[in-house]
């Protein structure tokens, strides 16, 4: 397990950089890490689901003051633009919420920036703000399911407090052919047609649906 | 619940930052091969400590 963080900023200072990990793998093969560093006693860290947990330390040139990632490298996938701020004053004031897709984060052409590059291009050059700071990217499993759930959405509160105290703008994304955000529609759906009329019992359909439906939520880590 | 849930984010991040706060849901829709096709504008939640303000529209944005 590697977890390397490159910092933008020069290195004024040999600190010692504490991260601990969080690997989740969804359906799609998608590695959702969590990174927590902590310099100078500030800590700030995003959490997902997780299956396993260990600690991580390396000797790293931090500038304490305005440490700007330029990337996450984790198991070999370069996860561009994290912003890793050691103090949460220091980021540009947007947080974004995305999905852990490779799609948005990663990007499935090379050549084209992916969702999230997109949206760091666009925080980083609009008009008004700061110019060229980064936006907080927090990558979860599903936003709308993390977001849509109460007792789940004040969990990513409570552990995103030190960013999300310095936010003056979210964007939160959702997408298309999202594994998760299918299940969780799939349940509301389910709910809702129970509720509109009775349903025959033991029909092929139905059986295709709780099967598929008690299959999902065990591919995707609580 | 994806639509409520974000007024209830919008709420608990502004009582947490304490001040102006703008929170902006889309969705984006890639194609098979992974490019972004069209993103809309889910909904719009402005909290000002003042008084609140919802934009409920659904705007059409262009991709970046």
Not at chain 1, 48 to 60: H, L, Q, S, T
Not at chain 1, 67 to 94: K, R
Request: proline content about 6%; overall charge positive.
């Amino acid at each position: 397990m590697t977890i390397r963080v490159g910092f933008a900023t020069r290195c004024t200072a040999q600190r010692r950089l504490l991260v601990t990990y969080t690997i989740a793998r969804s359906d799609n093969g998608v590695h959702i890490c969590s990174v927590e560093t902590a310099a100078n006693g500030i800590r700030c860290q995003w959490r997902v689901p997780r299956v396993g947990r260990g600690w991580c330390g390396r000797r790293c040139g931090v500038a304490v003051r305005g440490a700007i990632a330029e990337y996450a490298e984790i198991e070999g996938v370069i996860l561009p633009f994290l912003t890793l701020d050691a103090l949460q004053i220091d980021h540009s004031g947007t947080v974004l919420i995305v999905c852990a897709d490779p799609r948005m984060i990663a990007g499935a052409h090379p050549p084209e920036p992916s969702r999230v590059q997109q949206l760091v291009t666009r925080v980083r050059n609009e008009p008004g703000r700061p110019y060229g700071l980064s936006p907080h990217v927090i990558a979860v499993a599903c936003p709308p399911r993390v977001l849509g759930e109460p007792s789940q959405l004040r969990r990513f509160v409570q552990q995103n407090a030190p960013v999300l105290a310095g936010a003056s703008r979210v964007i939160v994304e959702a997408h298309n052919g999202c594994v998760a955000l299918g299940h969780f529609y799939k349940a509301s759906l389910e709910n809702s047609r129970g509720r509109a009329a009775p349903r025959p019992t033991s029909s092929f359909s139905d059986i295709c649906l709780s099967a598929e439906s008690s299959a999902l939520p065990g591919a995707w880590p609580r | 619940m994806f639509e409520r849930g974000i007024q209830r984010f919008a709420g608990r991040v502004a009582a947490l930052s304490k001040r102006d706060l703008v929170v902006e849901a889309n969705y984006v829709e890639f194609d098979s091969g992974g490019s972004v096709v069209e993103v809309t504008n889910v909904r719009t939640v402005e909290v000002n400590r003042a008084k609140s303000a919802v934009n409920n529209e659904w705007d059409r944005l262009k991709p970046l």
